[in-house]
């Protein structure tokens, strides 16, 4: 691996380092996405008694009921053949499986909750991008109170768990000053806005703190460099001077960290769904987990490690193509 | 002390700012430990020093707030039960589960790391890309998925937690342990024939230590978080069983009614323990890294 990254040619006979890496990095994602369905699929096996009672969650099966599951879930196979049959009928079909708590297959449960929980990731995105960035900014740019105070409400915010984030905004805007409904999805465009403020806030709140200490440590840094202190000695005016030399060369790791903390909402907005009651497929999988649904723990883990892999994927390649520094250095380091 | 014009003006301006600055840090860091200190203390005796019996309910008292009862300070929970006394013995559970998951994830990681920069090569790759898949499982979704198949409770999830908290604690123990095993103390002593298990254990490990434990630390914090939030949904520790994390849960419909006492000190607990642990893991992994150089 070293001797890969080491290669300093400025362009070789050989694939180039940009290449070199992209390739790597959807070698990895595939590898990872075999290996996390393979975790979700093979989980099944491991819980406690046989698969059987695991996907109908301990409730007793007739006998006809017994001979379906069999059927459907191969269990007469081995374990790699089934592997196999499982990813042909996610990949080809998106078949993942049947909720034995509602009698339907996943992929309907998933496709009529998932929207909720795309709003709420988008809704909490739009608040880390405006907010989180825009504080970063405005204390890397303003030292003293200012500066002193966004870093201490930071390092705060970023140990508060989204539950209780929930749990305090519930108390003040809702309960208390009664200017938020405080459960429930609500419907229609004004509908959902004003049911997902609150929950988009509390999802946001630790990862606004990162973004926050990110950009405030890029920006501060990009103003101590020497063609920054060039620009203002040669005049040009302070605000074209932060928009053209500062922001946009510490643009590179703001969108990087932006992009792995939205990614990190796939993984939380189970907790924050729940807390607020929203029905999404969080909280649907948190439900399925309490009933021992195991169809749709699966089914819905699967979709959020997808998500979640492949976000992560994406963020590290437009790393790479914004900044082909990276590439090369990759695996040096 | 100072003996021109400018040394003057600089030294009145500069040293009683500096050293503001040195006593109001010393002051945050020295709350950090008090705080980690009470925490441990009611983690290691809550139990014993608790004023009631923290699962004894008197429904009658049901949201009785502080104050109000003789010798019931913070006043009762949704169930009449006394509420200091619950989370002084929800310590216990809220502070082991984090505590198993730092060492767990610490000890796996101190050996994939320096296995890695020992031999390097082909088992640094094939470690270096295993930790990259990890790294692609969010910690709570593997804990939720765990807690589905082996029931809920902490033994699950805390394990899961381990596993996905390695990579982290492995990618920054690794980069130190290369620049580490690249030292000539290590190579001399292997030249004088000591084995490199001996030289891993006594030298290599003990050098790296600081930083060892500072990610541990901060796997401590993080590891908090979401062990409390897979006890808030139902999957971890069971009520009612006194749990900082649970009695945010079982206080949610206190919030609604309007008393919100129960939840929002449970919630205060694990949020002044975490902002304690963050502060002082990452001044130790500050001076960990400045002392490797």
């Known amino acids: 691996m070293s001797a890969v990254a080491a290669a300093p040619g400025r362009r070789g006979p050989h694939l180039s380092p940009l290449a070199r890496f992209i390739l790597r990095r959807i070698g990895l994602l595939v590898l990872a996405l075999l290996v996390s369905s393979f975790v979700i699929f093979i989980s099944l096996n491991l819980a406690p008694g046989d698969p059987l009672s695991a996907l109908s969650g301990g409730r007793s099966l007739s006998k006809a009921t017994a001979a379906a599951l069999t ?10 053949v089934r592997y196999w049959d499982y990813l042909k009928a996610v990949v080809l079909h998106f078949n993942l499986g049947t909720s034995i708590q509602f009698r339907e297959p996943v992929s309907t449960l998933i496709g009529q909750r998932i929207g909720v929980t795309a709003e709420l990731v988008a809704y909490s995105a739009v608040l880390i991008i405006v907010f989180g960035v825009g504080a970063g900014i405005v204390a890397a740019l303003r030292r003293g109170a200012v500066d002193g105070s966004i870093i201490a409400v930071s390092t705060v915010l970023a140990a ?6 929930a ?3 519930i108390a003040i805007f809702a309960v208390d000053l009664h200017w938020l409904p405080a459960l429930g999805n609500g419907s229609g465009f004004a509908g959902s806005i004003e049911h997902l403020t609150l929950p988009a806030i509390a999802l946001a709140a630790s990862a606004f703190a990162v973004v926050t200490r990110v950009t405030r440590v890029t920006v501060r840094a990009e103003l101590g460099l020497e063609h920054v202190q060039t620009a203002v000695s040669r005049g040009i005016p302070w605000p074209l001077v932060v928009r053209r030399h500062v922001l946009r060369n510490a643009s590179i790791p703001i969108t990087t960290v932006v992009g792995i903390t939205v990614t990190s909402l796939f993984a939380l907005c189970t907790v924050v769904e729940q807390a607020f009651n929203l029905n999404g497929i969080g909280a649907a999988l948190i439900n399925a987990a309490l009933e021992k649904d195991f169809g749709v723990v699966q089914g819905i883990s699967l979709v959020l490690v997808g998500a979640f892999v492949l976000a992560n994927a994406i963020v590290d390649l437009l790393y790479a193509f914004l900044d082909p520094r990276v590439a090369i250095g990759a695996r040096a380091s | 002390m100072s003996t021109g014009v400018g040394a003057v003006t600089t030294g009145r301006l500069f040293v009683p700012r500096v050293r503001r600055r040195l006593a109001a840090s010393q002051f945050v860091y020295g709350l950090c430990w008090l705080i980690v200190a009470i925490a441990v203390f009611f983690a290691i005796f809550g139990p014993y020093v608790r004023p009631h019996d923290p699962n004894y309910s008197m429904l009658q008292f049901q949201y009785v707030g502080p104050f109000q009862a003789q010798g019931y300070l913070l006043g009762f929970d949704s169930q009449g039960r006394d509420l200091l006394s619950r989370l002084m013995v929800g310590a216990r559970t809220s502070m082991l589960g984090p505590l198993l ?15 890695a920069a020992w031999w390097g090569g082909w088992v640094d790759s094939v470690l270096g890309t295993i930790l990259d898949i990890l790294f692609a499982f969010p910690g709570i979704l ?6 589905a198949v082996f029931g809920a ?15 982290y604690i492995a990618r920054v123990l690794r980069s130190a342990a290369v620049r580490e095993r690249a030292r000539e103390y290590i190579a001399a002593a292997e030249v004088q024939g000591v084995s490199a298990w001996s030289i891993c254990a006594r030298h290599l490990v003990p050098n790296l230590g600081r930083l060892v434990v500072a990610q541990a630390t901060l796997v401590f914090a993080w590891a908090m978080v979401d062990l409390a939030s897979i006890s808030f949904l139902g999957l971890g520790v069971q009520p009612p069983t006194a749990d900082w994390g649970v009695m945010v849960s079982t206080g949610e419909t206190g919030v609604l009614q309007g008393y919100p006492l129960e939840s929002l000190s449970a919630g205060l607990c694990i949020v002044l323990v975490v902002v304690a642990v963050n502060l002082l893991g990452e001044r130790m992994a500050e ?4 002392k490797l150089g």
């Open chain 2, 101 to 115: 998951v730092a060492l767990m994830s610490m000890g796996a990681g101190a050996v994939i790391s320096v296995a």
């Open chain 1, 160 to 165: 508060v768990p989204s539950f209780v984030a």
């Open chain 1, 71 to 80: 059927r459907e879930y191969h269990l007469d196979d081995p374990v790699l």
């Open chain 2, 142 to 147: 593997l804990a939720v998925l765990t807690a």
């Open chain 2, 153 to 167: 409770g902490l033994a699950a999830p805390t394990i899961a937690l381990a596993i996905a908290y390695t990579p």
């Open chain 2, 287 to 290: 001076r960990g890294e400045r």
């Open chain 1, 167 to 169: 749990i305090v905004l």
